[in-house]
């Protein structure tokens, strides 16, 4: 993220009003550090500076001009620790650990960090979601050389197979705010021990005009593309320690600091860590093509038994291969079919269908192999015994993890539908629940059990279903003019649909631990703005209440954020309350709801009556 030139806007001491909410921030985002693990970082008794530059970033230092933490927005919601913050409280993040030091390399360069480079341990990919922030580190030492912000959830990089960007990397060890000062506290321990500051002269701050142009940075290093855009920096020693000091014009060529650093990370001594050098060998060491035959036709198995359903074929032979047999292999283990007996994916799948496993026919216009059919009698099927996937879980301690943290203004709006008169006899025939709600896929997995069971496939065509008298009647009776003929088949891909919407629709709300059920289809929130006496103008919402947020609790936030008066008044005639702020903050409220609140942008609803 460091890389192109931008001058500092400003640069102060922070007020003891400043330091206390950075403070606050701090603890909000870092949930796993400490009181005395704060005051480590930045002590009660030494002078903290801040440096803002034009493109939004701030950096905080201590006196002296040690940076610790950057906000990458000067919004306070995405604060990230230094390197050398993380060398005092290693713990402050959680970490990636890498498999060794060639992929220290590329992480030095600039790159960002892959999912194969990572060392996953012995009881799975640890539980994460998008967005956070984590440390990345070597083996054999406990002081992490990179900060980044995750690109995905565990169970989205499980479903992807472990592979593509895990860590988008905001600042690295050696990058040019590592350059920007004289680090007083370095870990006498592997990886950093021979490389400390052999070039004293690299003190310039350089940071990238733009929150993407670190992405783009990232993937010209990996390629081996060189930048070297010469530009203002600003010396950040100077501005921490010295606010009046003047602005300092110098370049540096990244990739000849990344090949320096790169020729000590060839020497990282790992200190008794045999199981992380055992279990690299193991990665290494080539599978041989019967053995990948033999997964192969496991990984194949589990999936037919654990995630394809009948309901979803007929299903291309790619979507086969990424969505359901890639996730099935084993932990670290790499599948090519390319390394395979068979070399083609499309092979193979005709290869298991002359077996009588499955059923494939080519496509001759996209010319790929589409699975048909599952033969769930075929001995391979029934001799075969799937293995448990273990369910991640988060153990609960004394602290609150990240993802609790955020959970308390997390949203997460569920549509789920209740059983009608209509579908009763399809839920009574399967021997479901005709009280219960339940989701879109969960009905459509009843309905296609009752078309499994009655055997309504037609056997010519089976992605068509033969309507039955019940069926037919859940499906159309009431809904069919009179004098029309009902439909007496139907494609599998509108059968789901055409169930679901003969239920009745709700909602589930849940914010953090509450959670609500209400009837109908969600509401929207209402932003309005316009004028009163005087020409003032007021901004107004409503509608809170659908969302779970406190009116009362809100109304104190926002008079905060825009320095104006707000107020709570009753809506007239309605059940619900709506807030009232003094001023026209229209777009700025609706941007807040979103993204503070995680409102859907499609269920705000804003009109502006001043612009009229």
Known sequence: MFKKAVEARSHQRLSGADRKKLKRSLKNKFPRASESDIDSVLPPKVEIAVAKFQNRVHVYGVEGGFPIFFDIDGRGTDIFPTVYALWKVPDLLPSFMLKGGEVSRYIIGGADLMFPGISIPAEGLPSFIAGEAWAVKVPGNPAPMAVGITTMSSTE??????????LKIMHYYHDLLWESVECPYVPNVGFFEDVVFEDPTLSSLQVSDSYSGANDSSNDQQNGISDKENGQSVDVADVLSEPSSALVAQTNSGNEIAEEIAAHVDDLKVTDDGSADQSIEEDQHPLSTEDVDTL??????????????????????????????????????????????????????????????????????KKESILLSVNRKHPDYSSFKPEKRQVEKTVQTGVPTVSESRSLRMLEVVEVYKPSVHVNPILASVGADTGKLYSASEATDIVFTYVEKENLVKQTDKSIVVLDPILCDALFKGAIKKGTMYPTEIHKRDLGAAFVN????????????????????LKTIQIMTERRQGNKKVTKLSGLETFLVDPEALASELQKKFACSTTVAELPGKKGHEVVVQGGVIDDLAKHMIEQYGIPKRSIEVLDKTRR
């Open 296 to 365: 192969l036709e496991k990984c194949l198995l589990q999936a037919l038994h654990t995630t394809v359903k009948d309901k979803d074929l007929p299903m291309p032979g790619s979507t086969l291969w990424s969505n359901h047999v890639l996730p099935c292999r084993p932990s670290g283990i790499t599948l090519d079919i390319k390394k395979s007996s068979y070399k083609k994916l499309s092979k193979w799948l005709q290869a298991k269908s002359s077996t009588g496993l499955i059923t494939v026919k080519e496509d001759k216009y």
């Open 157 to 166: 990089a499980a479903k992807a197979g472990l592979r593509g960007k895990a």
């Open 502 to 521: 003969r239920m009745q629709a709700h909602h589930v709300v849940t914010r953090g631990s509450e959670s609500v059920v209400r009837k109908g289809g």
